[in-house]
């Protein structure tokens, strides 16, 4: 299941560039236009994670943040033109979980993205993926097909996983280098190549053979 980002931006530009930002990352998005009932509406969404203006028509992000901390714990950052000490104080002091000024460095906003749904969502260990047949298993380090396992090493396991996570659609190889360097695996291109073809040799030995398909000049896909 994707991770849902609710963007609380009246600007329609920022709001539409974050939408596509966060949607070429894996993550589902919503953007409400309407500010009379932004609380209703993050009530019946249920986002994982909140970017939030400080400065909306008829109310405020400080208000808001303080109705949402009345019955949700959902990181909310803080994306605003309001930059002074007392802006960011404030938005710590009200529940807020990071504070970031525009205009925004894309990598940096993302790393924190990141950071608070890792904290705020802790992988289950039990966890499975499934696509085609095959099931990976997140605790074990594994993967089965049709009664046969075969083992992963760590950097296999985070390239499986993001490629489940996507199945079904083109996964390019900069935004899966860039999702390894996010979890430490220091990985660069010309490793990914040859993670992916170590991969495809395991899965081709226990019968899985053309799961991960090349789409040429934009990545993978399963």
Request: proline share 3%.
């Amino acid at each position: 299941m994707k991770q849902k980002i609710s963007i609380i931006e009246d600007d329609s530009l920022i709001r539409n560039e974050l939408k596509t930002l966060l949607q070429s990352h894996g993550y589902e998005t919503s953007a409400p236009e309407d500010f009379s009932d932004v609380i209703g509406q993050i009530r019946a969404e249920q986002p994982h994670l909140i970017l939030l203006d400080i400065k909306l028509p008829g109310t405020s992000g400080f208000s808001l943040c303080v109705q949402i901390r009345t019955f949700s714990e959902v990181p909310i950052i803080f994306v605003t033109s309001c930059s002074t000490d007392m802006d960011e104080l404030s938005s710590i002091m009200l529940g807020g979980d990071a504070f970031i000024t525009k205009p925004y460095n894309t990598a940096i906003l993302l790393a924190k993205i990141t950071s608070l749904l890792k904290r705020a969502y802790p992988v289950q260990q039990s966890e499975q993926m499934t696509c085609g047949g095959a099931v990976l298993h997140l605790e074990s380090s594994s993967l089965d097909y049709s009664g046969q396992s075969v083992e992963l090493t760590k950097n296999e396991l985070k390239i499986l996983y993001y490629l489940f996570k996507n199945a079904g659609k083109i996964c390019s190889r900069g935004h899966m280098v860039e999702f390894l360097w996010d979890n430490q695996l220091y990985v660069d291109d010309n490793a990914l190549s040859v993670n992916i073809n170590r991969i495809r040799e395991k899965l081709a030995g226990i019968g899985l053979k053309d799961f991960i398909k090349t789409k040429h000049r934009q990545g993978y896909t399963i």
